[in-house]
């Protein structure tokens, strides 16, 4: 079994910046980590992605340029570095881990998740 557990989220005005944390516990997890977000109403959707061991990562065309995606492997930790905020990144933001290089981007992909955490940008 693997345990994630987000932080960082918070309230932040537009064109900020935020840090978000995935701390991973249990068994190792292996393949790839991703971000997804959900905003209320909408699909959860991918946001970035990166593989544990490599350089293999990935980034949403919505968000390429602002967030970037990092991995600490002593930590046993993921970060997603969020810069430039928009109102529209405003949503719930969930780690997952366990996914294929060929599910990367899908949410069947992964088989543990997070519990998320709360991003909000004010205009």
């Known amino acids: 079994q693997v345990q994630l557990v987000e932080s960082g989220g918070g309230l932040v005005q537009a064109g900020g910046s935020l840090r978000l944390s995935c701390a991973a516990s249990?068994?190792?997890?292996?393949?790839?980590v991703g971000w997804f977000r959900q905003a209320p109403g909408k699909e959860r959707e991918f946001v970035a992605a990166?593989?544990?061991?490599?350089?293999?990562?990935y980034v949403a065309d919505s968000v390429k340029g602002r967030f970037t995606i990092s991995r600490d492997i002593p930590k046993n930790t993921v970060y997603l570095q969020m810069n430039s905020l928009k109102p529209e990144d405003t949503a719930v933001y969930y780690c997952?881990?366990?996914?294929?290089?060929?599910?990367?981007?899908?949410?069947?992909?992964?088989?543990?998740w997070g519990h998320g955490t709360q991003v909000t940008v004010s205009s």
């Open positions: 249990g068994r190792t997890f292996s393949s790839y």
């Open positions: 990166i593989r544990r061991t490599g350089s293999n990562t």
């Open positions: 997952a881990a366990g996914a294929s290089s060929a599910l990367y981007y899908a949410v069947e992909g992964y088989n543990y």
